[in-house]
């Protein structure tokens, strides 16, 4: 006889699962947010990590009411995410650079967990058990505002400052460009500072080499 017969064994499975990638992810957000140089972006990695607290308990919980052991499988998806991450973070980055791919990699995160308890729901409605999908659903939509936030955070300054070049004053600096400047010259500025800011970068990792 097979050792997953049942959709309920399935259940457990995965909630075993998710319960060893939560306490995976509560290790590692305290270090993402020490690598974060962003305000905003610390404290949402430090506002998810208080979450990830409560959902383990709910998984605890879930499990005590399946009658099923409160442990951990270990969970290689998150493992490998996550692995992931701890190599981008011993990059030496530009810190506003580092702030747009720590977000991506706890997109990730979200992503593995948002599909992960979307179907665990789903298998728990389906058999009935009404506390345990009640359990999942606020873990899930924890996870989905977990990563509008992040989504947020992206397109309202962190992937605009990565892609600028950081620590640059470009308030007042010469460019030695002509001041013969037509009405485009607003416009053109951006890319104009993109290349400034890449010949420095230039600069800079000469220096460091
Ligand atoms: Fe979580
Ligand atoms: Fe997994
Ligand atoms: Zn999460």
Redesign the pocket.
């Known amino acids: 006889m097979p050792n997953m017969e049942t959709l309920q064994e399935l259940l457990v499975h995965e909630l075993q699962d998710?319960y060893n990638?939560?306490n995976q992810?509560m290790k590692a957000l305290p270090k993402m947010a020490r690598r974060a140089t962003s305000t905003p972006l610390r404290e949402a990695f430090e506002a998810?990590l208080a979450?990830?607290e409560m959902?383990a308990q709910r998984l605890e919980r879930a499990l005590t009411l399946l009658d099923a052991p409160v442990r951990g499988r270990h969970c290689d998806g998150m493992q490998g995410i996550i692995d992931e991450g701890k190599k981008l973070m011993e990059e030496d980055a530009n810190e506003d650079v580092m702030d747009a791919g720590l977000i991506a990699a706890a997109q990730k995160?979200?992503h593995y967990?948002i599909a992960s308890?979307g179907s665990v729901k789903a298998w728990a409605e389906l058999l009935g058990h009404e506390e345990v999908t009640a359990l999942l659903q606020e873990?899930l939509s924890?996870?989905e505002s977990?990563d509008r936030k992040l989504s947020q955070l992206a397109d309202s300054e962190v992937n605009s400052e990565a892609a600028m070049g950081a620590g640059e004053d470009d308030s007042d600096e010469d460019t030695g460009e002509s001041n013969d400047v037509d009405e485009d010259s607003e416009e053109r500025a951006t890319p104009a500072r993109r290349q400034r800011s890449q010949a420095a970068r230039s600069r800079r990792s000469g220096t460091q080499g």
């Open positions: 998710l990638a939560e992810i998810h979450q990830t959902q995160v979200e967990e308890y873990t924890e996870e977990a």
